[in-house]
């Protein structure tokens, strides 16, 4: 079956140190990965997208992804976090149709 | 930089009644979606729109819902008979035409639909 998963519902990291967000799929073949951010009160931003050129991808504001298909991963990584990253983070994924299927998201707290 | 617009940003209505929600697409856009996400839950996917039809719907989109786009800017999502758990934020997506691999879904900011 094909699915997406979100390791850790809620990611706490300090102001200037390592963001990790972890995103594992499921699927018979390599799908699009995405990855999109949600502020309070705000609609769904593309951070960035894995369409099967270069396996890792950087996006908006410093975060970057990498595509691992032996692990089916696409982990999305930020060297320092900042206090405007606090947000909800969806790994979503297009197994080949139409429609996008999301994860269940991860919220970032960035501790001053 | 070209955004999708939806209103109203919060819709309170009874049980039983009708509600239309209105989004405008980015301009150049033509494929359409409703996606929806219920408090607590996942983002889900309603509705795709391409050529004035339905180009692929979920088990949630059943005959209480439809969707038009009424005019050359417009794209609307209506809920016939609302029921409480239709309650939820829902969101509008377009993509400029291509290749679906390539191309990305924009999304608007929501409306929060609250069914009493």
């Known amino acids: 079956a094909q699915s997406v998963t979100q390791l850790d519902s809620h990611v706490s990291v300090s102001e200037g140190t390592p963001v990790l967000l972890r995103c594992n799929y499921s699927?018979?073949?390599?799908?699009?990965l995405f990855w999109y951010v949600q502020h309070p009160n705000k609609g769904l931003q593309l951070l960035l997208k894995?369409?099967?050129?270069?396996?890792l991808v950087k996006g908006i504001n410093g975060f970057e992804a990498e595509f691992k298909k032996s692990e089916t991963s696409f982990h999305l990584t930020k060297p320092s976090a900042h206090m405007s990253d606090a947000a909800e983070y969806f790994c979503?994924?297009?197994?080949?149709?139409?429609?996008?299927?999301f994860g269940t998201g991860t919220r970032l707290t960035i501790i001053p | 930089e070209p955004e999708v617009t939806q209103t109203p940003s919060h819709q309170v209505t009874q049980m039983g009644q009708e509600v239309i929600l209105r989004c405008v697409p980015i301009?150049?856009?033509?494929?359409f979606y409703w996606y929806r996400q219920i408090l607590g839950q996942k983002v889900e996917f309603l509705v795709s729109?391409?050529?004035?039809?339905?180009?692929?719907k979920s088990e949630i989109f059943d005959d209480q819902f439809s969707v038009e786009r009424p005019d050359g800017s417009n794209f609307t999502l209506k809920i016939r008979s609302t029921k409480l758990e239709d309650s939820a934020m829902y969101f509008c997506?377009?993509?400029?035409?291509?290749?679906?691999?390539?191309?990305?879904?924009?999304f608007g900011p929501g409306t929060r639909l609250t069914v009493l």
């Open positions: 997506a377009s993509r400029l035409t291509g290749l679906a691999s390539l191309d990305t879904q924009y």
């Open positions: 699927s018979s073949y390599s799908p699009s």
């Open positions: 894995y369409t099967s050129a270069a396996t």
């Open positions: 979503v994924v297009r197994f080949g149709n139409e429609k996008l299927t």
């Open positions: 301009s150049n856009h033509l494929y």
């Open positions: 729109f391409y050529n004035n039809e339905i180009s692929e």
